[in-house]
């Protein structure tokens, strides 16, 4: 079992950047596929970016793509997610998830581990 804190989150203009952190336990984190998922108010929970166990693979949202970055230190147990050129749009609780799997993963049902979420808002 893992767990995830994800930290970096907070308020930035319209324009600006982030970037977020998403710190696991355990000492298997090179065995997991992670990915960013995000939730607005009023809106269902959204799939922005994920990564595979080597760091070799990702994979985003058109929404994000060219924008937003995801990385990964497996020395460090840590996924990271940049985040530049932010839009009001992007506003929402952030979440990352994590699965033990070689595989890139983008559904929700397909993680089995989740952080708290960490607020990012954007102002305009």
């Known amino acids: 079992q893992v767990q995830l804190v994800e930290s970096g989150g907070g308020l930035v203009q319209a324009g600006g950047s982030l970037r977020l952190s998403c710190a696991a336990s355990?000492?298997?984190?090179?065995?997991?596929?992670m990915g960013w998922f995000r939730q607005a108010p009023g809106k269902e929970r959204e799939f922005v970016a994920a990564?595979?166990?080597?760091?070799?693979?990702?994979y985003y949202a058109d929404y994000v793509k060219g924008r937003f970055t995801i990385s990964r230190n497996n020395a460090k147990n840590t996924v990271y997610l940049q985040m530049n050129s932010l839009k009001p749009e992007d506003m929402a609780v952030y979440y990352c998830?994590?699965?033990?799997?070689?595989?890139?993963?983008?559904?929700?049902?397909?993680?089995?581990?989740w952080g708290q979420g960490i607020q990012v808002t954007v102002s305009s």
């Open positions: 990564i595979n166990w080597s760091g070799s693979g990702t």
């Open positions: 355990g000492r298997t984190f090179n065995t997991y596929a």
């Open positions: 998830a994590a699965v033990v799997s070689s595989l890139i993963k983008t559904m929700i049902y397909e993680y089995d581990y």
